[in-house]
């Protein structure tokens, strides 16, 4: 059995999560250091001085920025990393299926729970009815596609529809 995932790439990560965090807390805490700093001029200024417009645009340019800054890091940047690392966790605590199916095609790109996935598409044959239905598993996008061929056995080890092992079969 081929393994896709290893305990080095929840840890792997976990630390990029928390490199990003801690980003995001040093650039929140120079931001705040940053206001208290300008609040400080502005409160030794004298009364009626011609500075205080630039005291009070300062707060204003720096609030602008960094609120631009934490909608696009956590928003697009934070979230992707969060979603892969639950991903992961689900991996690692979640229910395994395993099943031998033949190989069908590869289906489109498609983001499931916030992380990027590659669809493969296996033949399940229907126990009620005379039919061949088809089921999608989802391989992750960061990693290498499988070497699967159409009409060709495999057997796979999924937690949810997403892959986690698998095996090329012979016939």
Do not use: H
Request: glycine share 4%; net charge negative.
């Amino acid at each position: 059995m081929v393994k896709l995932y290893s305990d080095r790439d929840y840890w792997d990560a976990y630390m990029q999560r928390r490199k990003l965090l801690a980003v995001f807390l040093a650039v929140t805490f120079a931001v705040l250091a940053a206001f208290a700093v300008v609040i400080a001029f502005y409160v030794e200024l004298p009364y009626q001085s011609p500075d205080r417009w630039w005291l009070t645009l300062i707060p204003c340019v720096m609030f602008a920025c960094y609120i631009i800054f934490a909608f696009l890091f956590m928003g697009i940047k934070f979230k992707r990393c969060n979603a892969y690392c639950r991903m992961l966790k689900y991996i690692s605590l979640g229910l395994k299926e395993t099943a031998e199916l033949p190989f069908e095609e590869i289906d489109d790109w498609m983001t499931q729970d916030g992380v990027d996935m590659n669809v493969a598409v296996f033949f399940v044959a229907n126990i009620k009815q005379d039919d061949v239905l088809k089921r999608r598993i989802f391989v992750d996008g960061e990693k290498d596609f499988p070497p699967f061929e159409k009409g060709k056995w495999v057997r796979i080890v999924s937690q949810g529809n997403l892959l986690i092992e698998y095996e090329l079969l012979d016939g």
